[in-house]
């Protein structure tokens, strides 16, 4: 069965850091394309960061730019996302997925982890 998962949520308060695992079974994540999204409460999804496949590509959305920082490691078949100088707007369930490019990234979604920052 393929599935991502997500982990390494938590509380933590504004200023600190938190580092997100996104873990895959059943395929391989290195040939994919991984996001992560988050959701604040009572908002919509949006994306965060981006690694194409094969590492082609980073992207980060404005928010989060110099201060998150997203990785793989093929060993552990996973990709992470290192999250620095937090802020109480990074609050959110943060979810990771996977398709072939980072523009399509769908395929595949993990059930999301809580991050909760406090101020």
């Known amino acids: 069965q393929s599935q991502l998962v997500e982990s390494g949520g938590g509380l933590v308060q504004s200023g600190g850091s938190l580092r997100l695992s996104c873990i895959a079974s059943?395929?391989?994540?290195?040939?994919?394309?991984v996001a992560w999204f988050r959701r604040a409460p009572g908002k919509g999804q949006e994306g965060v960061s981006c690694?194409?496949?094969?590492?082609?590509?980073?992207h980060y959305q404005d928010p989060v730019k110099g201060r998150f920082t997203i990785s793989r490691d093929a060993a552990n078949n996973a990709v992470y996302l290192q999250m620095n100088n937090l802020k109480s707007e990074d609050t959110g369930v943060y979810s990771c997925?996977?398709?072939?490019?980072?523009?399509?990234?769908?395929?595949?979604w993990g059930r999301g982890t809580q991050v909760t920052v406090s101020s």
């Open positions: 059943g395929f391989t994540l290195g040939n994919y394309a």
């Open positions: 690694i194409e496949a094969g590492e082609r590509g980073i």
């Open positions: 997925s996977a398709g072939r490019l980072c523009s399509t990234a769908d395929d595949y």
